[in-house]
Structures are given as C-alpha cells and as structure tokens.
C-alpha cells in the first residue's frame, strides 16, 4: 500500500519561502515519476512540477523561475522549493506518485495535501 505524507505547509506573506516535503512508502520509489499539484479554493487542481525517476524536474510556467522541485531517492522524499510566493499560490498542495511524464502524467497515489497560505 502506498502512502504519501506532505508537510511543510503554513502561511506566510507575499515575498516568502516555503518548502514542502513528501515522504513516500510502499512501493519501490525510485521507478515511479513524482509530481507536485495545488488546488485552489473554487479552481480545479493544477500541475505545478513533475520529476522524472532519474530526477530530472519540470515546473509550471505559471512558478517558473520560483518554484523549484527535486527529490532524493534515499530517503523516498521529494521536495518543493518555493520562493517569492504570490497571494495567488494559496492554496492545498498535493503530492502524487505515478507514472509519464510532465505533459501527460497519469497519478496514480496522492497524499492528503498541506495547506499554504501567502497573505499580507
């Protein structure tokens, strides 16, 4: 059985860093694709960055230049680095592990998400 647990959501004001971990269990991490998606409150659930197995990481345009994604393989975890939040990024962030790659990405488990709020 696969289980991911995100942390590392809180709040913070526009401007701020946050970064969000996810610990993953179950299955043979290293085989799988990892991915990164945010809800945000009235919208539909957004990819925000995809890692390859061999780690090789792709972010939305939309956090392009802010957000960065990595994962170690070791320790099952994958990362999320985000920098200069916007009140726009508000919102439940998501990890996911499954399968393809950024543009058609299939998940396959999802973690129970963390919240981030970017308010002044």
């Known amino acids: 059985q696969v289980q991911l647990v995100e942390s590392g959501g809180g709040f913070v004001e526009p401007g701020g860093s946050l970064t969000l971990s996810c610990l993953a269990s179950?299955?043979?991490?290293?085989?799988?694709?990892m991915a990164w998606y945010r809800q945000a409150p009235g919208k539909e659930r957004e990819l925000v960055a995809h890692l390859h197995q061999f780690g090789t990481a792709t972010v939305a345009d939309s956090v392009k230049g802010r957000f960065t994604a990595s994962r170690d393989n070791d320790k099952n975890t994958v990362y999320l680095q985000m920098n200069n939040l916007k009140p726009d990024d508000t919102g439940v962030y998501y990890c996911s592990q499954g399968v393809n790659g950024f543009t058609n990405y299939r998940a396959e488990y999802w973690g129970q998400g963390t919240q981030v709020t970017v308010s002044s």
């Open positions: 179950g299955k043979i991490f290293e085989i799988y694709a």
